[in-house]
């Protein structure tokens, strides 16, 4: 493993105009072996303890992938059914939108119809009221 160590320094001795104008601030990457810190002596018997590992993991993992997979599917199929219930209401929704319509335009006909009738019932009550009843009485 090699790690970086980054730097930086300036010249603090005093140069000439020209050179204080060109000073450039200088970075240095100094690279730290340590392999030495590490231990690569690994036998065979490890490294397939570490593979079985690694393959029951994967196993596993698959096995809740698909199971996953499996899921998603289901539910990208309830979201189909939904959708197309949706849109059965929305159709159902729209005709009774309609229906609503025509029954308050039904509504206020009959409403004037009768405001008209009641009006039409004083004034005939009315007519009766002023003709005077003339009965004889014949004996």
Known sequence: MKKAMMTTWSESEESSEEENEKEVANMCFIAIDELDEVNFNFSDEDMHDVFEELYEDFEKLSLKNNSLKKKIQDLEKELEEMKEKFSIVEIYK?????ENEILKKKNEWLTSSLSIFSCG???FEMILASQKCVLTNKD
């Open 121 to 123: 019932q004083k004034s």
């Open 94 to 98: 729209t005709h009774l939108e309609k």
